[in-house]
């Protein structure tokens, strides 16, 4: 059975500076085209770890778009629930500094209305024999709406991760819904309206965020920090810390995709929140020290994963 990761694809136009960033000068460097896309990097980081997740999106009636999916079929990525549509991926533009860090971005949305239709549709074979979903909380309503009610009716777990916190932050009353959510400090900032909360230590923002847990109702979230680790806690108490992985940082796009793949392939398979933090932060340790935006090949069994039969 299958991991549903429902979400969104873009392609990445990243430009690397060969030296220290002038913003309003002209800047010799390359420039990179990359499929990306936060649910289309989940699932394939998914299938880096030799499972077989299903993918429920779009693509651009294009070239471009059936190079998308020759991708993820490569990757062993079910894709028969993702329909080609006009304007159906994003763009996402950015320029990194020399320490692998965006400096500055501008994003294009794709539109979504065939998603909706898709769900409504074919809610039922796509979810009914799930593992669990991952999905972009950040989606049009009505496909969170609808994806939420599939989950519950076929009783599975359901766990978030975000592209736009500005939007999801407006939709807090669905995090009471989903699993676990994961996303980074700054993000968890916008959420709970308090922009200190990036600029905590690690064990002041740990002992924040239970608290904000327990009250805003929220079954678990975790927060990353970069190469502060990553903070976890759930609504029943549980918390803790996990240290980040020492690495070479070359572009960090696609790490946090990464760490929410690893989590919630984690907690699919019988971890806790420690177990999915540790395996959420080797995912994404091994994204960061190159410029693609997903990590690469892993056996569940090196991550201590034991998959359901048929997915490994």
Known sequence: MPIVVVGTVFVDIKGFPDNKYIPAGRNAGSVDFVHGGVGRNVAEDIANVELRPRFVSMVDCTAQGDEVLRRLNSHKVDTRYVIPVPDGMGIWLAVFDTGGDVIGSISKRPEMDAMVRLLEEKGDEIFADADSVVIEIDLDTEIVKTVLHYAKKYGKRVFAVVANM????????FLQSIDCFVCNAQEAGIL????????MEPEQLC?????????????????????????YASMLGEKGLCPARPVQVKDTTGAGDAFCAGVAIALTYGKDLAEA????????SSVITVSENVCPRFLPEELGITAAPGQA
């Open 277 to 284: 933090s540790a395996i959420g932060t080797r995912l994404a």
């Open 192 to 199: 709970f309206a308090d922009d200190y909360l990036q600029d």
């Open 207 to 231: 002992e924040e965020l239970s608290q904000r847990v327990i009250h805003a109702q929220i079954p678990s979230m975790v927060v990353t920090m970069g190469s502060r680790g990553a903070a």
């Open 166 to 173: 500005s939007i999801a932050s407006q939709r807090r009353d």
